[in-house]
Every structure is written in structure tokens, then in C-alpha cells.
């Protein structure tokens, strides 16, 4: 598990290296605030098409999950660094990054998943701690570029020349991808090899306890993604306007997303013992909260960073409880497929929001674009609490639901 998580910290860092990089892209490419949406919205439909590539095959469930993860991770480390040399010689530029962020993401459709299943192989008593320790890896690797873009990288002052920033993830993904070729193996609760069955991808669908433990995820991953995106561009305004400095608005962007992964395990543990859908409504209900009221503080910039901070905390806390659920709920022969279908319906969603966000914010601006966000938690609320009346609830957390 430990190993596990190491592999998920260094490789997932690729999914946020360009867009913690956005001011300096911005002032080089002269990009505006949709083509910026779209360095990361490049990576999530890159990471959908991956996804259900990978679930119509049942790759998860097929091929060994050390080599699946290893071969996407050295994929998705090479896509990335890709950017910044195609730059070095003149041919860069933002179409070529947003065709190499797809990639990217394709390739990291290889890894988050079948990292997920690989928990499932290791626990099962404890499963939401399992898959909570996994996500806030996940968590510590998507903030991760945000503490690179502010440290100095051999610049005095202002920000750091952004190659760097997207080099030193790539080389932060091959070496999580040497260990997980290495190191990584399944538990003793593996099911085996299964045969291939894409009409498993529609019982995912149908099921109603897997489709409300779905939708619960879909609610989720509408706040999510979006608030991740923009709240470090968000702080970064803020702190601007009462002229603090840009380097303490990006380390606050990096702690508002790396207080997350103590969310994530904090939250694996009690669901263990409390219940899955008590926990995941909590995390929404407060996570749901921040999004509706943190515009309120954008003149009052320390106060603000007190709001994000517990928005980061539970806005990915409740993460690894539905996909844990789901774990519960489908065919152990077919948990890799199950999460991975979970996994690109959710990212196919943050599509909307993503592009949401900054469509809405020359109208409602900084102090009030975040209410959009609301629906998500509570379409999540409530697709958890009716999971939570079926027979099969049952079969969570240990019999606790």
C-alpha cells in the first residue's frame, strides 16, 4: 500500500502540470480564459476515451496491474514532456499541448483505476481506508505541480519558466513508473484473470444500487475538478488585489489541494466504521457549503484561504468511498471494469464545469461563479441517502451501509 501510494503521488502530478502553469502560458501563448479551461479539459476527455477503452476490454481485469500501470505511466510522463520540447525548438505551442494533454490523460486512464482494483486486492475489511489512502496519494500528486510552479527553480524572483515545471513532473512519473514495475504486486484478495465481457459495462449502468452509488460519484466530480482548477487561480487574484505575493497565493493553492489527502484517509476510516453514505454525505454537505459562501471572502484574502483550506479538505474526502462502494456492490470478477466506468462517467462530467466556470465568470464573477458548483453535492446527497434504503446497502462498510 505504501508503495502503492508512492507510484500514485509521483505519476499522478502529470494531470495538473499544465494548468498550474497557466499564468506563465498565458503570457507566453497569449491564451484566453476558454483555451485555458481546455489544458485541462484536454486531459479529462483524453482520460474518459482511455477509460472506456480500457473497460470495454476489461484491461483492468485481464492484464497484470503492475505492467498496466507502469507502461501508462512512462506513456503519460513522456506525452507531457513532449510540451515543453517541441517548445525548446520552436514547434511548440497551444494545439500541440492540448493533443499531448490528451494523451496524457489517456495514459493516466492506465493507472488511477487499476491502482484502485490493486487496493481491492490488499483489503477488504478495511477497504475505505484502503482506497482513501490511494486517493489522497492522488491528491498529494495533483497538488504537486502547484508546489512546483512556486519554488524558484534557479530564478530570482517573479515566476518559474515553465518547462521546468513540466519536465520535473515527467521525471517525477518515470520514476513512480520504475516502481511500480518493480514493487507493485496484487494481494491475496485477488479474483483472478476474467474473460472478457463487455456487457458488463451496461450492468454498471443499470443496477440501481451501482447506479446510485454512481450518481453519488457524478455529484461529486461536478465540484471537484472545477474547484481544484480554479480556486488556486481564484487565490491567486485575491491575494493580488490587496497586493500580497504571488508565491504565497501559489503555495496556498498547493496546501488548498494537499490538505485533501488527509481528507481522503481521515474519511476512509471512519467510513469503515460509520458507513459509507454517512461520510459521503457529510464530505458534501460541507464541501457544498464552501463552494455556496467562498465568494464571500474574495476582499478578505485570509479569511478566504481558511474557507478553501476546509473546502480542499472534504471536497475529495468522500472520493474513495464511492468507488470503495462500488467495489462492494459489483462482481468481484469485474472491479477494475466497474471502477473504471465509474471513473469515466465522473471525468466526463467535469467537462461541463470546467468550462463552466470560466464562461460564467465575466458575469457573476469571483464573489459568486462558485454557487454553480452547488447541484453537484446535492444530486450526490441524495443518490446516497436512497442507496442507503436498498437491501443491498447491506453489503458496504461491513454491513453498516
Known amino acids: 500500500m505504501a508503495l502503492l501510494a508512492l507510484v500514485l503521488s509521483l505519476v499522478m502530478g502529470l494531470w495538473f502540470s499544465a494548468s498550474a502553469v497557466v499564468p506563465q502560458l498565458t503570457e507566453d501563448w497569449g491564451i484566453d480564459g476558454g483555451q485555458r479551461a481546455w489544458l485541462t479539459m484536454s486531459v479529462q476527455i483524453g482520460f474518459v476515451i482511455g477509460a472506456l477503452l480500457s473497460a470495454f476490454f476489461s484491461l483492468p481485469d485481464r492484464v497484470t496491474l503492475a505492467r498496466l500501470i507502469s507502461a501508462s505511466a512512462v506513456m503519460g510522463a513522456l506525452a507531457n ?23 496524457t490523460g489517456a495514459a493516466l486512464a492506465g493507472v488511477y483505476p487499476p491502482g484502485m482494483k490493486l487496493v481491492a486486492t490488499w483489503c477488504r475489511a478495511d477497504r475505505g481506508l484502503g482506497i482513501g489512502i490511494l486517493v489522497g496519494a492522488l491528491t ?54 476474467a474473460p472478457f465481457n463487455p456487457r458488463f459495462v451496461a450492468r454498471v449502468l443499470v443496477e440501481r444500487p451501482m447506479r446510485l452509488a454512481n450518481l453519488g460519484y457524478m455529484g461529486h466530480m461536478w465540484e471537484l475538478y472545477a474547484m481544484w482548477t480554479w480556486v488556486p487561480v481564484f487565490l491567486l487574484v485575491a491575494y493580488r488585489q490587496v497586493g500580497w505575493s504571488a508565491t504565497s497565493a501559489r503555495l496556498a493553492g498547493f496546501a488548498v489541494i494537499a490538505v485533501g489527502a488527509v481528507g481522503c484517509v481521515v474519511a476512509g476510516a471512519w467510513a469503515d466504521r460509520l458507513g459509507r453514505v454517512r461520510i ?122
Open 81 to 103: 514532456a513532449v510540451i515543453p520540447a517541441l517548445e525548446a525548438v520552436g514547434r511548440g505551442g497551444l494545439a500541440t499541448a492540448l493533443a499531448m494533454r490528451f494523451v
Open 140 to 193: 498529494l500528486g495533483s497538488a504537486g505541480p502547484h508546489l512546483l510552479n512556486a519554488v524558484p527553480f534557479g530564478v530570482s524572483g517573479g515566476m518559474p519558466p515553465w518547462p521546468r515545471v513540466l519536465l520535473a513532473a515527467s521525471a517525477l512519473a518515470l520514476v513512480g513508473a520504475a516502481v511500480a514495475a518493480f514493487a507493485l504486486r496484487e494481494g491475496p484478495f485477488t479474483s483472478g484473470s
Open 280 to 401: 459521503t454525505t457529510w464530505s458534501l454537505a460541507i464541501s457544498g457549503s464552501c463552494s455556496l459562501v467562498a465568494g464571500l471572502f474574495f476582499d478578505f484574502p485570509g479569511l478566504l484561504t481558511v474557507v478553501c483550506l476546509l473546502w480542499g479538505l472534504t471536497v475529495i474526502a468522500d472520493s474513495a468511498q464511492f468507488s470503495a462502494a462500488l467495489t462492494e456492490l459489483s462482481d468481484p470478477r469485474y472491479i477494475g471494469t466497474a471502477l473504471t466506468v465509474q471513473t469515466s462517467l465522473g471525468f466526463l462530467l467535469t467537462l461541463v464545469t470546467l468550462r463552466l466556470v470560466p464562461a460564467l465568470l465575466d458575469t457573476l464573477g469571483w464573489a459568486a461563479v462558485f454557487v454553480v458548483l452547488v447541484p453537484g453535492p446535492v444530486v450526490g446527497i441524495v443518490s446516497m441517502l436512497r442507496l442507503r434504503s436498498l437491501p443491498e446497502a447491506g453489503h458496504m462498510a461491513g454491513g453498516r451501509g
